[in-house]
């Protein structure tokens, strides 16, 4: 079982940064095709997908609202994923997930994904 606990939300003003962090315990990444992917749910409307990594070689994807403004990192020594958001804008404003899946596809659908933590408040004030 993989436990994730993500950090780092918090309210911010338009145009401005964070970086949200989702660390794995437990049953932790190693010896397995992990790929972590981010979600984010506003007030009403359906959980959606931001973007996700594959942690054997790094490779990321992202959704198209987010591409060029948000950047996905990994550490595996620290069983840490990294979500930089830049440029933040107010339709940013969300509960942020990560969520953690075995296999490497480019998977944007949720229910593929398995491990979930409890997720972090982003607010973004114009």
């Known amino acids: 079982q993989v436990q994730l606990v993500e950090s780092g939300g918090g309210l911010v003003q338009a145009g401005g940064s964070l970086r949200l962090s989702c660390t794995a315990s437990g049953r932790t990444f190693i010896g397995r095709n992990y790929a972590v992917g981010w979600f984010r749910q506003a007030p009403g409307k359906e959980r959606e997908f931001v973007g996700r990594?594959?942690?054997?070689?790094?490779?990321?994807y992202y959704a198209d609202s987010v591409k060029g403004r948000f950047t996905i990192s990994r550490d595996n020594a620290k069983n840490t994923v990294y979500l930089q958001m830049n440029s933040l804008k107010p339709e940013d404003t969300a509960v942020y997930y990560c969520?953690?899946?075995?296999?490497?596809?480019?998977?944007?659908?949720?229910?593929?994904?398995?491990?979930w933590g409890q997720g972090t408040q982003v607010t973004v004030s114009s």
């Open positions: 969520a953690a899946r075995i296999g490497i596809g480019v998977v944007t659908a949720k229910d593929e994904y398995a491990y």
């Open positions: 990594i594959a942690l054997s070689g790094g490779r990321t």
